[in-house]
């Protein structure tokens, strides 16, 4: 079993430029969360999917972030313009999550990290 | 709203020696599960061990059990004959049951083992 999919695995670009993270959760999983951890701030939840449509996006921190997920098996998280405090480790997860919510476990990806020069 | 903390930013212990790692949360649910993830350098986020707040028997895998107490709002990790590969950043998380699937982590607690 392949696990939860990123790349890139490292992004270094420059302030303004458009960052494109892609993640492909594992077969089966019906939730997709994408988070974001820096030192600052730890670990924290930007955005999830539930059957490819976005639940809650209450953690995108402002409109430069974007997430799509256009199919079962595909994920963006888009950040344009970048800036350098975007500058984090950027993880997927997914998880399979039976109706009202089950507790089940996410399995992370091996996360993106993004440099913002 | 969910809160966790773990009051501990950093352990070390000599291999071998067993270590526990604290955590409690602020919750007015009922019905939750926690979870402990461990971080190598590398940094991928691996599950540790999880527990469901209606059980009141403490979860194990292994090397790896939890002291569960719900009244207090705790919930430590004790690593049993520690391993230098058990050496990496450990998060406490929380769920809420029924809807939301999402994670609440504390601030981490980096563990040593020292060989």
């Known amino acids: 079993d392949a696990g939860v999919i990123q790349s890139p695995r490292h992004e270094v670009t420059e302030m303004g430029q458009e960052v494109t993270l892609r993640c492909k959760p594992i077969s089966g999983h019906d939730y997709l969360f994408w988070y974001r951890q820096t030192m600052m701030r730890g670990l924290e939840l930007l955005i999830y999917f539930n059957n490819n449509v976005p639940i809650d996006d209450s953690g995108m921190p402002e409109d430069r972030f974007s997430a799509k997920m256009p199919n079962a098996s595909f994920s963006t998280l888009k950040i344009q313009p970048s800036e350098p405090r975007d500058s984090a480790v950027y993880f997927c997860a997914s998880s399979w999550g039976s109706s009202g919510g089950m507790g089940e476990t996410q399995y992370f990806g091996p996360g993106t990290r993004l440099l913002v020069l | 709203a969910q809160t966790v903390t773990q009051s501990q930013p950093e352990m070390s212990v000599q291999e071998a020696e067993t270590v526990t790692l604290s955590c409690t949360y602020d919750?007015?649910?009922?019905?939750?599960?926690l979870f402990w993830y461990k971080q190598p350098p590398s940094r991928q986020m691996i599950l540790v061990i999880r527990?469901?707040?209606?059980?009141?028997q403490n979860a194990t895998e292994n090397r790896f059990s939890v002291n569960f107490q719900k009244a207090a709002k705790s919930f430590s990790l004790k690593i049993s004959d520690s391993q230098l590969g058990d050496t990496a950043m450990y998060f406490c998380?929380?769920?809420?049951?029924?809807?939301?699937?999402?994670?609440?982590f504390g601030q981490g607690t980096r563990l040593t083992i020292n060989p």
């Open positions: 527990q469901e707040a209606y059980k009141q």
């Open positions: 998380a929380f769920m809420k049951h029924g809807g939301a699937q999402k994670l609440v």
């Open positions: 919750t007015s649910e009922n019905n939750y599960y």
